[in-house]
């Protein structure tokens, strides 16, 4: 993982389109999208009415700032984006999300992504692994000092998406089986039980899982079960965690710590099968939120808190699972054999502790190293001034269950105090410097165990000698010659060090660029030299500088053992700023003896420059060197370390100083009357104080942007070794009250070593020149006859050769000259035979040039004046003036001037933020000092020029007799004016020629083209900024806020502003995007300052078309990028205005135009009321918000609805988004209406005819034919204006799209003024005609007769069953009503029957 800052970020989603969201079959949902990052959430607008299937197109930036980040809260912070369904104000459902880790997205280029498919998913077990719709986004998060990507740019040629699901989205889904054994040597949380209920939890991608609660037995915890859950890949997060928890019946359960996996290592098998894992957390006993960290995040962890047995398999299975199971019973028996102490392996451990320094306080402590459950600890024998002599070893061989190098714990080193572990530092024993034989001596620097908060600052932590050696199984075995060896460390039962006594001078030479300290942007610096033998060594205090010199020498007691250099203490330089009452610590330089090149008795030291730490990062170094004695040197007899007489020359310093620009008032007061004052003596060595005094500018009116038009020259020795030069300080003060007031404004620094390497370099790159256009002049020969052309024909080859060259040297030459027509292309234009309309061609790239203007159809584009065209102009995706192989260096010097401080905050101030060295911090630009700036030596000036002079002199007469040798050559006539060019551009009459310009004003008009802005940093709460334009030069300001464009941050301005300035003078020109507010004052979103007087002395005047530039915009209480504008500029002479092009930039405007759609018919609808029938209607729109509908066919019983409604859409041309939405419903009225399907139409092409060619379009068969070749969504019977579209929906029982029929349409687009000449009315009202709407057939028409109206109700099916209903009831009841009389009937037969028989009887 790369290195991340600390600062302020900002996190800048870009919702483009979602597509094939998962919808309930026969429904429709309401998606936004959801942007979280920690408590902070941001949303999108609602989208309406959406069925399944479609492609909902959001375009909408939402934008999170993230203040104050620590780099460890960077690593650990994630991105969660969810798709909702919002079906009301307070009930939401999530229909998919997906989770990035910020940093996954920080250490892509450019920290992006863009026009990016992603898929989305579901934290719940049984729909993770599915995939629940898709969404395409631009991603980016911008750090501290980052330059922000834009977002919302052109896709590439051939990468525009359809609806078929685009080939990057397709995601593979891997099925992990994460089997969690066992654990050993977990931490007694229960202190009255000494024991520990211990679980573990799986956090990975929004998952929860954990083990069952078993107790700690014997050091030994048995779960033996599996984590299954799918893995998404690519995966956007790059850990996994595994915490571990204590289980409390009383009290909430207690985090102790937790383990990382990493997600890639697991997704391509590289973990061992089987093996152990080391739970990580914080000291045991402690609380608070550094502590929490601790625990929840293993690499800020200071304690090994056990290990853990983990088996991980990873297999790629589309249908994954998500459960807790019991791990197998073979697991479980390799979870037993992992347990045997039979099958350890051996280990030996070689550790000694000889010393620490710089410790926290002058007191006794102790040193423990742990390794896993292995200690060793030593205590103090012998202490002194923060130091603490322990000289004690050990050796160990022990048994490890680990099986491999990556399974080792981290060894952690303690500084104890007591039973607290103040101090610690993470070893990893698989490195080589632990692994080596004949290891040397380790100085180990410390850092304050935050958990435990006795030791608050870094530098207090100590650093601990110690040499450590690890030996693994595989280690060679130790020879016995070797073992013998004199300088075989591990030897002897103790360390064997010859420690004896020698003296070390210390030179201390000078400091730059040291962190302010104080309010106004300075340092009262001092540096401490520590010493282990005594008190700590102060040098003097060097007020008010950033860049202190001292030139002392300072003697310290050293010992160590001169055999091994590693065992000499570090040479540990504080560098402190002096208050009245207390001191600031600004960082220190840790120095090994070994590091640097030690001047031995009194012989030469030489100087190096060592970077100055604090925190997480550098600032400032010292210049030292230190000589070695044996004995105590006479320090009369110690040579100075202040350069000789011979080693300094005199330096000729000229400064001409344009002015200052751009500066912000300490107080409430404005700034009046502002001047520099040059600290010259801060330049001078000890020795040479009073021989210079300071130099101050007169105060001058100007206010903010004061020009100050003055040369300041001075000579000062320096050095011969541009090293050892320092900085000039330098500080700004306004002039108030007639002087009585006097504020500071701001500090800043000169660097004359870079000004003189500069110029050095700029000499010797223009003697080059020189020297290659010598060699291209003797390259040109007399022309030869062709007859010898022909015979010499491998000389011609070789001169060819030659001309190669000396095109490539005329190329370099003329580089200040460079062609930018190229920076502005004409549109081009045929007439399409088929189609009648002018077609453009011949379209540069749309990511290398922007689109300015319009051509309108009535102008004769032959003879239209170039500005007045459509062009392409080039665009750089910069600030211009970073672009110095187009507009050259600028002449002058602009140092930034600070006020505030990064060190000495103890608490935030207003304006504070955290800088890159995790530092409170206050300071700030307060504005720009301009200047040129030469520093020359006066002999080695003359010999430069002496050399030129000589050069161009030869040059003149070779040229000048070539041009009489050879009057008719080309390259000859070439010579003359390329030859005058290099004479104008030598160097030192560069300076001079601007040095006269500038000395005079001149009045120039400003004319500045503003085209967008982008990516513009929210303001309004729960909405897009409401964006205007300020620009601002000098006095003039001119606001575009009656302008303001609502909800956008991607405005589009295409204005153009005239300013009037002077050259040089109050030149800056400012950019500024508000945020305008109804009621409240209105906000600043972002500025950009644009330096004129860079440009107007500079290679950019003589462009003749200037490329469009993307300006980063900045807020002044944030690092963190705004936003972007685009624009361009032009400057000219005031009185050449007229001469000027004044280019028409806007774009053609937007036009009304009117889209009538006629739904005339359905067919092959489905039916979905258990009737048999649908009650269809049509829902169509362009803007979701803008929806009509059709009216309602009732009783549809075979698919085909008969509609004939019109549909009259007014349309705004352009739209970014082009997509005709055709849905088909079922109306209910008890329930809501069920979705049956839509389709989806992109019209682009034809509104994009009807606007560019200002005309009607009629989308018929023909049309469709010359368009829309190759669509398969359209299809046209024998009716040329009429086209069925295809439905697709939802099956309800399968769950796949499907096509659920069609829908018959006709549609055309008109002018506004064509529609008002010709209105029609929405669905069959008048006016209508062309074409006339009849009333739709096959509606439900009343009748009297029951089996009529029955028939029109219900389908046949349902009223085929109806139809058997009845005659079923009907047979039932005529059933019912025979069935008595014939029981009655049969009774009565049988009964007659009976009585002859009985009468026959009585009559016998």
Same mark, same amino acid.
């Given at each position: ?293 601790? =625990? ?157 908060? &006795? ?40 360390? +064997? ?103 031995? =008795? ?49 330096? #000729? ?42 130099? +101050? ?83 040109? &020969? ?200 290099? &004479? ?16 005079? #004003? ?45 909800? =956008? ?135 979701? =918000? ?124 008109? &002018? ?93």
């Amino acid at each position: 993982m790369g290195k991340v800052k600390a600062g302020d970020y900002m996190v800048h989603l870009f919702v483009e389109q979602a597509l094939k969201l998962r919808v309930p079959a026969e429904d429709t949902i309401d998606p936004m999208v959801e942007l979280t990052i920690g408590p902070t959430s941001k949303y999108t607008r609602t989208q309406e009415g959406i069925g399944a299937g479609a492609r909902i197109n959001f375009s909408e930036h939402l934008f999170i700032e993230l203040k104050g980040m620590t780099s460890e809260k960077v690593r650990n912070t994630q991105i969660q984006i969810k798709v909702k369904d919002k079906k009301s104000l307070f009930r939401t459902s999530t229909l998919g999300e997906a989770i990035f880790d910020l940093t996954h997205i920080y250490f892509k280029e450019e920290h992006c992504m863009r026009h990016t498919w992603i898929a989305l998913t579901k934290s719940t077990p049984e729909d993770f692994a599915k995939r629940h719709g898709f969404l395409k986004i631009g991603l980016c998060v911008i750090g501290p000092d980052d330059e922000g990507a834009e977002l919302d740019t052109p896709e590439p040629e051939g990468q525009e998406d359809t609806l078929i699901v685009p080939p990057q989205i397709v995601i593979k889904y891997k099925q992990v089986k994460l089997r969690i054994l066992r654990a050993r040597n977990l931490p007694k949380m229960d202190s009255f039980m000494g024991t520990c209920d211990a679980y573990m939890k799986l956090d990975f991608m929004n998952m929860k899982m954990q083990t069952k609660v078993i107790k700690m037995d014997n050091k030994l915890v048995i779960w033996n079960q599996s984590f299954w859950f799918p893995m998404r890949i690519p995966c956007a997060s790059e850990k996994l965690y595994l915490r571990a928890y204590d289980w409390d019946r009383a009290t909430s359960d207690e985090l102790f710590g937790s383990i990382a996996l990493d997600v890639t290592k697991i997704a391509k098998g590289k973990y061992p099968n089987t093996f152990w894992a080391h739970i990580y957390g914080a000291p045991q006993g402690y609380s608070g939120n550094v502590t929490a960290k601790m =625990n929840n995040f293993p690499a800020m962890a200071s304690h090994w808190k056990g290990r853990v047995l983990l088996q991980i398999e990873a297999e790629t299975n589309e249908e994954s699972k998500m459960e807790v199971k019991g791990a197998e019973e073979e697991y479980c028996t390799i979870g037993k054999q992992w347990d045997d102490e039979t099958l350890f392996q051996q280990y030996s451990i070689y550790f000694d502790i000889i010393q620490g320094v710089a410790l926290p306080d002058d007191c006794d402590y102790s040193v423990v190293l742990s390794f896993g459950d292995i200690e060793f600890k030593a205590d103090c024998l012998k202490r002194g001034n923060r130091y603490n002599l322990f000289k004690k070893r050990f050796k160990k061989d022990v048994k490890l269950p680990y099986k491999s190098m990556e399974e080792l714990p981290w060894a952690f080193l303690y500084l104890m105090d007591g039973s607290d572990p103040v101090c610690y530092a993470k070893l990893d024993l698989r490195e080589q410097r632990f692994r080596e034989d004949f290891s040397s001596f380790q100085w180990i620097e410390l850092v304050p165990n935050r958990s435990v908060s &006795k030791v608050d600052k870094d530098y207090k932590a100590g650093i601990l000698q110690i040499r450590l050696q690890f030996k693994t199984p595989d280690h060679p075995e130790m020879a016995m010659e070797d073992v013998a060896r004199p300088d075989y460390p591990w030897k002897y039962d103790k360390p +064997k060090l010859k420690f004896e006594q020698y003296h070390l001078l210390v030179n201390i030479y000078q400091c730059k660029d040291l962190p302010p300290a104080d309010n106004d942007g300075a340092t009262d610096g001092f540096i401490k030299i520590y010493n282990i033998y005594g008190d700590d060594i102060k040098t003097k205090v060097a007020e008010d500088t950033l860049n202190p010199i001292f030139y002392e020498q300072h003697l310290l007691t050293f010992v160590f053992d001169m055999e091994d250099e590693e065992s000499a203490p570090p040479i540990i330089l504080e560098v402190w700023d002096k208050d009245l009452l207390t001191s600031d610590f600004l960082g220190r330089a840790v120095v090994k003896i070994s590091n640097v090149e030690l001047g031995v =008795n009194y012989g030469h030291a030489k100087p190096s420059w060592q970077k100055i730490k604090i925190g997480e990062g550098y600032e400032g170094e010292i210049l030292v060197s230190f000589n070695l004695f044996e004995s105590k040197p006479d320090l009369g007899q110690i040579l100075s370390i202040e350069p000789r007489d011979d080693e300094i020359k005199d330096f #000729q310093i000229e400064m001409n100083i344009l002015g200052l620009r751009g500066l912000k008032p300490s107080g409430l007061l404005p700034i009046r009357k502002p001047y520099c004052k040059f600290n010259l003596k801060s330049l001078l060595l000890p020795s040479q104080q009073g021989k210079l005094e300071n130099i +101050k500018t007169e105060p001058v009116p100007g206010g903010k942007n004061a020009t100050i038009n003055t040369v300041v020259k001075f000579t000062i020795k320096l050095p011969i070794n541009m090293t050892m030069w320092p900085n000039l300080q330098s500080m700004v003060f306004d002039n108030l009250f007639l002087g009585f007031s006097q504020p500071v404004i701001g500090t800043f620094v000169l660097h004359l070593a870079k000004y003189r390497r500069t110029i050095l370099e700029q000499r010797k790159a223009y003697i080059e020149k020189l020297k290659k256009f010598e060699e291209q002049v003797h390259a040109i &020969k007399e022309e030869e006859s062709e007859e010898e052309e022909d015979i010499e024909g491998e000389e011609e080859e070789e001169d060819e050769e030659e001309k190669e060259e000396i095109e490539k040297m005329k190329k370099e030459q003329e580089e200040d000259d460079a062609d930018t027509s190229g920076f502005v292309k004409l549109a081009k234009y045929v007439m399409d035979p088929k189609l009648k309309i002018r077609k453009e061609v011949d379209i540069p790239d749309l990511t290398k040039f922007s689109e300015v203007g319009y051509d309108p159809l009535d102008v004769d584009l032959d003879s239209c004046p170039i500005h007045k065209r459509k062009h392409y102009r080039l665009i750089i995706n910069d600030e211009l003036e970073h672009q110095t192989h187009l507009v050259g260096i600028s002449p002058f010097q602009n140092v930034p001037i600070y006020r505030g401080q990064t060190r000495g905050l103890s608490k935030p101030s207003f304006g504070s933020k955290i800088d890159s060295t995790g530092q409170k911090s206050s300071k700030k630009n307060v504005g720009e000092f301009k200047c040129m700036i030469q520093v020359n030596q006066k002999e080695a000036l003359k010999k430069y020029q002496a050399d030129v002079a000589k050069r161009l002199h030869n040059l003149e007469n070779i040229v000048v007799q070539k041009e009489k040798d050879m009057p008719d050559n080309t390259e000859v006539k070439e010579l003359r004016t390329n030859f005058e060019k290099l &004479k104008w551009h030598e160097v030192e009459k560069s300076y001079e020629r601007i040095s006269k310009v500038v000395i005079r #004003q001149e009045k120039v008009m400003v004319r500045v083209y503003v085209i967008e802005a982008t990516g513009l940093m929210a303001r309004d709460e729960g909405s897009e900024s409401d964006p205007y334009l300020i620009v601002k030069m000098g006095k003039q300001k001119i606001s575009e806020r009656e302008n303001h464009q609502y909800n =956008n941050s991607n405005p589009k301005f295409y204005k153009l502003f005239d300013l009037e300035g002077h050259m040089p003078g109050n030149s800056n020109l400012v950019i500024e995007l508000m945020d305008w507010d109804k009621h409240f004052g209105d906000d600043l979103i972002g500025r950009t300052s644009i330096s004129l007087e860079d440009r107007w002395f500079s290679r950019w005047r003589k462009m003749e078309n200037k490329p469009i530039e993307v300006r980063s915009l900045y807020h002044p209480n944030s690092s963190v990028e705004q936003g972007k504008v685009k624009l361009w500029i032009d400057i000219v002479a005031l009185d050449e205005r007229d001469q000027c092009r004044k280019w028409e930039i806007a774009p053609q405007p937007p036009a009304e135009y009117e889209m009538r759609l006629i739904v005339w018919n359905t067919k092959n609808i489905p039916t979905l009321d258990i009737e048999g029938t649908s009650d269809i209607f049509i829902r169509c729109y362009l803007d979701n =918000n803008h929806a009509q509908e059709t009216d309602t066919h009732y009783r549809c019983q075979t698919g085909a609805g008969s509609f004939n409604w019109r549909m009259v859409f007014p349309v705004k041309l352009p739209r970014k988004y082009n997509d005709l939405v055709i849905q088909v419903y079922d109306k209910d009225i008890l329930s809501g209406d069920d979705f049956i399907g839509q389709a989806t139409l992109d019209i682009t092409k034809l509104l994009k005819d009807a606007f560019q060619n200002l005309r009607n379009v009629k989308w018929n068969k023909k049309y469709h034919g010359l368009m829309f070749e190759g669509s398969d969504m359209v299809e046209f019977s024998d009716e040329e204006d009429k086209f069925w579209v295809k439905i697709f929906g939802k099956d309800p029982e399968s769950g796949e799209m499907k096509e659920q029929g069609s829908v018959q349409l006709s549609c055309e687009i008109l &002018k506004k003024d064509a529609a008002e000449r010709n209105p029609v009315g929405k669905g069959r009202e008048e006016p209508n005609h062309d074409p006339h709407l009849p009333a739709p057939l096959g509606r439900i028409q009343f009748s009297l007769n029951p089996f009529t109206m029955i028939a029109q109700l219900v389908g046949p099916e349902f009223r085929t069953k109806m139809y058997l209903i009845c005659c079923m009831v009907y047979i039932i009841i005529i059933i019912a009503a025979v069935i008595p009389f014939m029981v009655s009937t049969a009774w009565t037969n049988i009964v007659f029957a009976f009585i002859p028989f009985v009468q026959e009887e009585v009559n016998i």
